[in-house]
């Protein structure tokens, strides 16, 4: 499969992070995206993530300006790319409905994927008429083009070459594609995400630790040692190593985990707007004095050196 233009469909922070990655690998994209200044507002971004960009390994092709922008009208433009990224908002009848114009404006070989971060495909491809087997999910983890990460999650109808062509589409942009097998909601990495800020949610808004403490526990402890062995291995080599000191881990640890977990289950975050506030009122202490925009450059330079070294 030669892919050498991609479409994108809409231009939020994914999209627009998609756009900047492609054109860093020397792909020429097509963009669409109805809403009003989004044009304007792509750019500003892509210029201002360029120089991350160009921190990384990129084609010799990359070009900031290799992208049309078409508005609307991505029905009158997509004949033309090999394969799509589509990033609308999660809503499934929305992308029933856009699914149904992207099969019918796209050659039928060609892939579609969407970044939905919790909806299976299944869930929105029953008006494709002409090949709903090319479709799959291809979740990023937010920045794309950052982050390495991108969950393949097919539909049980989706053809087995069409996860294998994908899942080799984003190695060759230096993502780290993972295969999930079964359709579920929230599919992986964000089931793991939630279980975790679920807890965060309930300590904080309880008053049990503030949420600038909770973000340090996060990252001076689990955090870096998640980024160097996940888990699974922590948990290996917490026991002892190999497959013994796994099982020893959880033989070990068993008992106090499930009592954690009791604990936790009758006292997990509730969406109540006490406990929002409660919750809200200590992120906003620990925002006082930054900057937004500061703040996300300097997880992004973090990010491209914490990568740098796992490579």
Not at 67 to 74: E, L, N, T
Not at 172 to 179: F, K
Not at 222 to 250: E, V
Request: net charge neutral; glycine share 8%.
């Amino acid at each position: 499969m030669s892919i050498r233009t991609v479409g994108v469909l809409g231009t939020g922070v994914i999209g627009a992070s998609w756009t900047g990655l492609f054109l860093a690998h020397g792909l020429k994209v097509i963009v669409s995206d109805p809403a009003p200044g989004a044009e304007r507002q792509l750019s500003d971004y892509l210029h201002s993530i360029w120089p991350t960009l160009e921190k990384q390994k990129r084609s010799s092709h990359a070009a900031l300006t290799n992208y049309r922008f078409v508005g609307a009208s991505f029905k009158d433009h997509f004949a033309d790319v090999d394969f799509v990224q589509e990033n609308a908002p999660e809503r499934p009848e929305l992308k029933t409905k856009l699914f149904a114009e992207l099969d019918a404006a796209t050659r039928p070989d060609v892939i579609i994927a969407s970044s939905s971060s919790g909806i299976p495909s299944s869930h929105f491809i029953s008006q494709c008429a002409v090949n709903p087997t090319r479709v799959l999910i291809g979740h990023p983890f937010n920045p794309p083009h950052l982050m390495p990460l991108v969950e393949v999650v097919p539909h049980p109808t989706t053809a087995t070459s069409v996860t294998e062509a994908a899942k080799s589409f984003y190695k060759s942009l230096g993502r780290t594609p993972v295969h999930i097998r079964q359709e579920l909601p929230g599919f992986a990495a964000n089931r793991l995400q939630i279980a975790v800020l679920n807890e965060a949610y309930s300590l904080v808004s309880r008053g049990i630790i503030s949420a600038e403490d909770l973000d340090t526990c996060v990252t001076n402890s689990l955090g870096p040692r998640w980024a160097a062995t996940g888990p699974l291995l922590s948990n290996t080599m917490g026991g002892g190593g190999g497959i013994d000191g796994f099982k020893h881990a959880l033989e070990h640890f068993g008992p106090a985990y499930r009592v954690w977990l009791d604990d936790m289950k009758a006292h997990a975050f509730t969406w109540t707007p006490e406990n929002v506030d409660a919750l809200s009122s200590s992120v906003a202490e620990e925002l006082r004095g930054k900057d937004a925009k500061d703040l996300e450059r300097k997880r992004d330079d973090m990010l491209v050196k914490i990568l740098s070294l796992r490579e």
